[in-house]
């Protein structure tokens, strides 16, 4: 980027896939996992958790590889990274995209040691995903995060109706509703109905 103040990339690759991770397959019954790349920091002043620069190569390498081999194994078909709108407003978009709604145990989450929860959930990690499952498939996803040093929890679970919620010690919240507004406007057409 030319005109930034700072050096800057943005970098495309095409290539083909046997099989794709989608915001849009993920199913009620599913369970959702949360699998973040903990051996990092905070880039300050920034709400970003760096866990790439100094990561060898190799192995970079081989924690981006489960991802698609998550896929072409058949192990799930939805998932999104967790983005700017973190862990919880991840899973909005990920909701919204699949028709479904999301509940989200937030002591469930991994975390690094010695960071708040509330500033977690805003964080942007830079390996971090929401995975939706069926459960039997849980256990094997789980371990191919684990056999990598990657943290990974089941977090929630996807339910039918269209609302985003967080639990804590029993309390339980809404945190987005499709029924009364949308947020991205990429709802799938069971969706189709909700106000914008």
Same mark, same amino acid.
């Given at each position: 980027?030319?005109?930034?103040?700072?050096?800057?990339?943005?970098?495309?690759?095409?290539?083909?896939?046997?099989?794709?991770? #989608?915001?849009?397959?993920?199913?009620?019954?599913?369970?959702?996992?949360?699998?973040?790349?903990?051996?990092?920091?905070?880039?300050?002043?920034?709400?970003?958790?760096?866990?790439? #620069?100094?990561?060898?190569?190799?192995?970079?390498?081989?924690?981006?590889?489960?991802?698609?081999?998550?896929?072409?194994?058949?192990?799930?078909?939805?998932?999104?990274?967790?983005?700017?709108?973190?862990?919880?407003?991840?899973?909005?978009?990920?909701?919204?995209?699949?028709?479904?709604?999301? #509940?989200?145990?937030?002591?469930?989450?991994?975390?690094?040691?010695?960071?708040?929860?509330?500033?977690?959930?805003?964080?942007?990690?830079?390996?971090?995903?929401?995975?939706?499952?069926?459960?039997?498939?849980?256990? %094997?996803?789980?371990?191919?995060?684990?056999?990598?040093?990657?943290?990974?929890?089941?977090?929630? %679970?996807?339910?039918?109706?269209?609302?985003?919620?967080? #639990? %804590?010690?029993?309390?339980?919240?809404?945190?987005?509703?499709?029924?009364?507004?949308?947020?991205?406007?990429?709802?799938?057409?069971?969706?189709?109905?909700?106000?914008?």
């Amino acid at each position: 980027n030319v005109r930034s103040n700072q050096s800057q990339l943005a970098v495309a690759i095409l290539g083909r896939a046997r099989r794709l991770l #989608t915001s849009f397959d993920a199913r009620p019954g599913d369970r959702l996992i949360a699998a973040i790349d903990l051996r990092g920091r905070y880039r300050a002043p920034f709400a970003n958790w760096e866990a790439a #620069t100094d990561a060898p190569t190799a192995r970079l390498r081989g924690d981006l590889e489960i991802l698609p081999d998550i896929a072409e194994a058949g192990l799930a078909k939805a998932a999104k990274d967790i983005s700017q709108g973190g862990i919880v407003g991840t899973a909005v978009m990920l909701a919204e995209c699949s028709g479904v709604g999301i #509940t989200i145990d937030l002591a469930a989450i991994p975390k690094p040691g010695g960071v708040e929860l509330e500033r977690w959930l805003q964080t942007f990690p830079s390996f971090g995903h929401l995975i939706a499952a069926p459960p039997a498939h849980v256990p %094997d996803i789980l371990a191919r995060f684990r056999c990598r040093d990657i943290a990974a929890a089941v977090i929630g %679970d996807v339910v039918e109706r269209p609302v985003v919620s967080i #639990t %804590d010690g029993g309390a339980s919240e809404v945190i987005w509703d499709f029924a009364q507004r949308a947020l991205l406007g990429c709802s799938r057409p069971a969706m189709a109905g909700a106000s914008g």
